[in-house]
């Protein structure tokens, strides 16, 4: 089916995958101002695109692996808000380089949403390509795209391991208590507003405190932890405490850092995956340690003594290391912090670990012993699932209602164009009452009609969506919901993973307050919401 432009989408996009080193010929041609070049370029040489509105969407350093980006996810509301109708872009590869993903949208999702696309340098018009062999060009250019990419990772690591041989630092953030040199960012220097807490925690080390002990006087000083500088720093926006303290896993990670001590530590972790943020620790034995790189805080001596004598690294994997991060659906309640568990033989129970550090919090106060917890979730859980088997009756007795009941002869998509219609002329009623074309009494009286217009046009949409919405989304939660109810009826008690399953999060503030979020509620109540309305627009 042709699509005639009205609303033209210009997608442009660059990432490090399209930077050669140093300045090149293809830099040049791939940026984003280039981008935008030729494809100004082009619709000013067809006439059909001449007096057509374009709305740019660009992804600038966004990988072409990841489709999770600002630009791109943008571009896609618009698509089914009605707003673009028509993609314009330099070639394949700025759409993306996986060969799966770009090939489901190009032949699936976009045709589906009857969405023009137009890829300039590979000649592509998909009004031009159905029954043609042209379209076969499609998934081979798609693969060749893919296939580049994972070349390209396996030239990036080896690039990467090459710089860690040469002990250049390769991380985007100096570690705490360091900058990165202003002549060369794979330099590091000491960082004097920071580097004199790294000195203050080795200090303490070598007087015989452990790590609970340094995190408390450090808290007891009111020294602000790497996260409260790093926040500072305005590279990253984090959503921290502003009453964040140290504990012990900080102390411990700076204490085992050789880079403290002027070496350059690099293959800690390594990635598993392309264009993932999957990553796996590396053994010690395998990291690469260049000695001497740049000036420590503290002396070679010093960093031995406290590791090897006072600290000795034990075999187990140490919490300092990363891998033995905290886990699990309880939180407390005054802080937020996860709960750690007591294995206590007899009475296991869980507790926040920052009343160990913080001795004005009121998170001393919060203690549960386990086996209790356990049984008072169970209970919940059983009432939980009966709510869901009553929830699953309504949906199904609800669909087959509003089916025999209602029929549309418009389609969803030609809905939403009309909705679009209706909330234009909105704009255009209120610059003719300003204009004073009609009164107030009038202007109003317009308004309310089209607001129905809109409402009843919704209802519709809702009639065809079946009550709940995308027919894909509406068929995954159901089977999850079936799922769900078929493993967990007829059962009194639940173990801890299958209680994590339907539970986002329990916020402990007592041994007889807790608060229970489950992760079905956001949807049921919305799915019941949206049945009750269609179901009184079926009657």
Request: one cysteine or more; glycine letters at 4%.
């Amino acid at each position: 089916m042709k699509v005639v432009s009205k609303n033209i989408a210009f997608y442009l996009r660059l990432s490090q995958e399209d930077l050669d080193n140093g300045k090149s010929l293809k830099e040049e041609s791939n940026s984003i101002s280039n981008q935008r070049k030729l494809l100004d370029d082009f619709i000013k040489r067809r006439k059909e695109f001449s007096c057509i509105c374009v709305t740019e969407y660009c992804d600038d350093g966004y990988t072409g692996t990841n489709f999770e980006r600002p630009g791109f996810q943008k571009m896609l509301k618009d698509i089914q808000t009605g707003k673009i109708d028509t993609i314009i872009l330099k070639d394949y590869s700025r759409l993306g380089r996986n060969f799966i993903q770009v090939g489901k949208f190009l032949e699936e999702v976009f045709p589906e949403l009857e969405i023009r696309v137009i890829s300039i340098n590979d000649g592509y018009d998909s009004n031009n390509v159905i029954c043609t062999a042209e379209g076969i060009n499609i998934p081979v250019m798609n693969l060749i795209n893919d296939f580049y990419v994972k070349d390209l990772s396996k030239k990036v690591k080896s690039g990467i391991r090459t710089r860690q041989k040469q002990g250049q630092c390769i991380s985007a953030n100096a570690i705490f208590g360091y900058k990165k040199s202003v002549k060369d960012i794979h330099k590091l220097e000491i960082d004097e507003d920071t580097a004199f807490i790294v000195e203050m925690i080795f200090d303490y080390a070598l007087t015989g405190k452990n790590s609970i002990q340094i995190a408390k006087v450090l808290n007891e000083q009111q020294i602000k932890t790497p996260a409260w500088y790093k926040n500072k720093s305005d590279r990253r926006n984090y959503d921290i405490d502003s009453k964040t303290i140290w504990t012990a896993a900080k102390v411990m990670k700076i204490i085992r850092d050789q880079r403290y001590a002027g070496d350059m530590v690099g293959n800690v972790r390594v990635t598993t995956k392309v264009a993932k943020n999957d990553n796996i620790r590396v053994h010690r034995k395998d990291w690469i340690i260049v000695e001497n790189t740049h000036k420590g805080i503290v002396s070679k001596e010093v960093f031995r003594k406290v590791n090897d004598e006072i600290m000795p690294l034990k075999e187990r994997t140490n919490v300092a290391l990363g891998d033995n991060r905290r886990h699990g659906f309880c939180y407390c309640g005054y802080c937020g912090r996860v709960l750690q568990k007591e294995n206590n033989p007899v009475n296991p129970y869980l507790f926040c670990i920052r009343q160990k550090y913080d001795l004005e919090c009121r998170c001393d106060e919060m203690k549960i012993m386990n086996i209790p917890l356990q049984a008072a979730l169970s209970a919940m859980f059983v009432k939980y699932v009966s709510s869901l088997i009553e929830l699953q009756t309504f949906v199904k007795r609800s669909k087959i209602k509003i089916f025999q009941n209602h029929k549309s002869e418009m389609s969803g998509n030609e809905i939403e164009k009309e909705i679009l219609k209706l909330k234009q002329s909105t704009i255009g009623l209120n610059q003719r009452y300003h204009e004073g074309s009609f009164t107030k009494e009038m202007y109003i009286l317009q308004k309310d009609k089209i607001k129905i217009q809109i409402e009843e046009l919704e209802d519709k949409k809702l009639q065809i969506l079946n009550g709940i919405g995308d027919k894909n989304a509406q068929k995954e939660w159901e089977k999850e919901l079936e799922e769900k109810i078929e493993k967990f009826k007829d059962r009194i008690s639940f173990t801890e993973s299958e209680l994590e399953e339907v539970i986002s999060r329990v916020d402990v503030y007592s041994q007889s307050e807790i608060r229970v979020k489950w992760r079905f509620l956001d949807f049921t109540a919305k799915a019941t919401n949206y049945l009750l309305r269609a179901q009184k627009i079926a009657c």
